[in-house]
């Protein structure tokens, strides 16, 4: 019988580990078992080799899904690793050789997303970015409450300009994994047209647009972002 995978989820900018919650609670009850990674967002290479080392760690096949920029995270850190049995992008983005999560968010109209960050410089040299708490409701997670999205614009996880300008050189990891794609049509973040467009490149085996859903898809959409992980968990065999 084949092992049952273990769900990895890696969160992207502006959120935390915790905001996988409903869907962990979701997978828990179908008996999966899920580990969600503290990404470092600080840079593209360093994350990945930090989500490796977790994979390396769990010593079991994986299904491994990231959210936003968690999505060109999981395409390095995959890639060349036989435990990654499928990826799962949701609301993410699934970069090409030499394309920056700034290049893809800016591919097609829509994003407001530059408009809504605060940039402040780093001591180690840089700037790191936060969404704007004010404008964080709208920007992110129109689709839950004000409340909820006060509590979320406190705990999100700046990024650094470096981690959303690095381009990464080497093939993705979708290029030789089966992925399946979930995203919301009126995410504010990553454009849907941009979201289609790298589903469609990647082969996605399986596209979910949820209507009228914001970038903070796990929250706001814990059932289709569980019922795209579970596709991609049956086809690893678990």
Request: with cysteine; glycine share 10%.
């Amino acid at each position: 019988m084949t092992e049952q995978p273990v769900v990895v989820l890696v969160h992207g900018a502006f959120a935390e580990s915790a905001s996988w919650n409903r869907v962990i609670e979701r997978l828990h009850g179908h008996g999966l078992e899920a580990v969600a990674v503290a990404n470092p967002l600080r840079d593209v290479e360093g994350d990945a080799a930090y989500v490796r080392d977790v994979i390396a760690g769990l010593g079991r096949p994986v299904v491994l899904a990231g959210h936003s920029y968690g999505g060109m995270v999981i395409s390095r850190a995959a890639a060349g690793d036989a435990a990654v049995r499928a990826l799962v992008y949701v609301a993410a983005f699934a970069p090409e050789q030499g394309e920056s999560a700034f290049l893809l968010s800016a591919k097609f109209e829509g994003s407001t997303l530059g408009d809504a960050l605060v940039a402040y410089p780093l001591a180690s040299g840089g700037n790191e970015f936060r969404i704007d708490p004010g404008k964080f409701h709208h920007q992110f997670c129109a689709d839950l409450d004000a409340g909820e999205a006060a509590l979320m614009a406190a705990t999100q996880r700046p990024v650094t300009e470096r981690a959303l300008r690095d381009e990464p050189a080497e093939e993705p990891a979708w290029r030789t994994i089966p992925s399946w794609f979930v995203h919301g049509e009126r995410d504010l973040n990553i454009p849907a047209e941009a979201l289609r467009f790298m589903a469609e490149r990647a082969g996605s085996r399986g596209t979910r647009e949820i209507p009228g859903a914001s970038h903070a898809l796990a929250a706001s959409q814990p059932g289709a972002v569980t019922e795209t992980i579970l596709e991609a968990v049956r086809h690893a065999g678990g």
